[in-house]
């Protein structure tokens, strides 16, 4: 696991979340986060990148995935969850259990949110990032102190 904050240039990022946070950003309402047996928590997503098609707002990412420098992508989606009357962990999964793929998670709002890896919480502080194994168990949350919480979730091989 390894934390990068002020991952992107600030004009860069202010950019990028000026799009993904705008009302005309197009998102999918989701009746679940993962599957059960976790909490039946609703969220909305976007899906960038998923079974080797890159979708209409892929170009946005383009400074994202440029600092990864990934040799393969195998998803990128971002997920906004509403604000809960107190944090709800979204359900504890795996990426992939390919061994091969490495995960990230970009935080694009500060909120009391988190990501959890185990016993390590890795506060949704803006423009930081969370780089961790696939294949490793870890969960998102809701926040209590901002209306959304927003990620960008990456699947990829180095």
């Known amino acids: 696991m390894n934390l990068v904050k002020n991952f992107l ?4 990022f202010i950019q990028l979340k000026n799009i993904i946070f705008s ?3 197009p998102w999918t309402y989701n009746d679940f986060c993962t599957d059960p047996p976790a909490p039946q928590i609703s969220q909305f997503t976007h899906v960038f990148f998923w ?3 890159a979708r209409e707002t892929y170009p946005i ?6 600092k990864i420098n ?3 992508i195998g998803k990128i989606k971002s997920n906004l969850n509403l604000r809960t009357s107190e944090i709800i962990e979204t359900g504890e999964h795996q990426d992939t259990p390919d061994e091969r793929f490495t995960s990230a998670v970009f935080f694009l709002n ?3 949110g988190y990501c959890r890896i185990g016993n390590n919480k890795f506060e949704s502080k803006e423009n930081s990032i969370v780089f961790l194994k696939s294949n490793t168990f870890h969960t998102g949350s809701t ?3 901002k209306s959304r919480r ?3 979730n990456f699947v990829y091989i180095d």
Request: hydrophobic fraction near 30%; glycine fraction near 0%; include cysteine.
């Open 9 to 12: 240039d600030q004009n860069t």
């Open 23 to 25: 009302e005309n950003f």
């Open 51 to 53: 079974d080797n098609v």
């Open 61 to 66: 990412l383009k400074p994202l995935i440029d």
């Open 70 to 72: 990934p040799k393969s």
């Open 110 to 112: 500060d909120n009391d």
């Open 143 to 145: 926040c209590t102190n």
């Open 150 to 152: 927003i990620v960008i």
